[in-house]
């Protein structure tokens, strides 16, 4: 299994990002899919998730960052906008048949600096 994240960078505050991750050697639409982040000096932490048609963020980033799936591409995205310093963190994807307590499944990470 790869699940392989790109579309990180620097923007300035107020600007918008949106991460992609293509995955491979599953069977994509058996998964909910999900980012996380991790910034400096803290756990990696659920920022959101997509099962079926359920869409979950942590409360942080409700109303700013979109998640969404394209079954057919094995594609989740990302779509970050309103960024601010605090969203500055190397961003994960990840896949799970269960609670996003432990994901099946991790990508390697992709930068999102946001400067202020």
């Known amino acids: 299994v790869q699940l392989q994240a790109s579309g990180g960078g620097l923007v300035q505050a107020g600007g918008s990002l949106r991460l992609s991750c293509a995955a491979s050697g599953l069977t994509f639409s058996n998964y909910a899919m999900g980012w996380f982040r991790q910034a400096p000096g803290k756990e990696r932490a659920f920022v959101a998730g997509?099962?079926?048609?359920?869409?979950i963020y942590t409360d942080s980033v409700k109303g700013r960052f979109t998640i969404s799936r394209d079954n057919a591409k094995n594609m989740v995205y990302l779509q970050m906008n309103s960024l601010k310093p605090e969203d500055t963190a190397v961003y994960y994807c990840?896949?799970?048949?269960?609670?996003?307590?432990?994901?099946?499944?991790w990508g390697q990470g992709t930068q999102v600096t946001v400067s202020s």
């Open positions: 997509v099962r079926w048609g359920e869409r």
């Open positions: 990840a896949a799970t048949l269960g609670s996003w307590s432990a994901p099946d499944y």
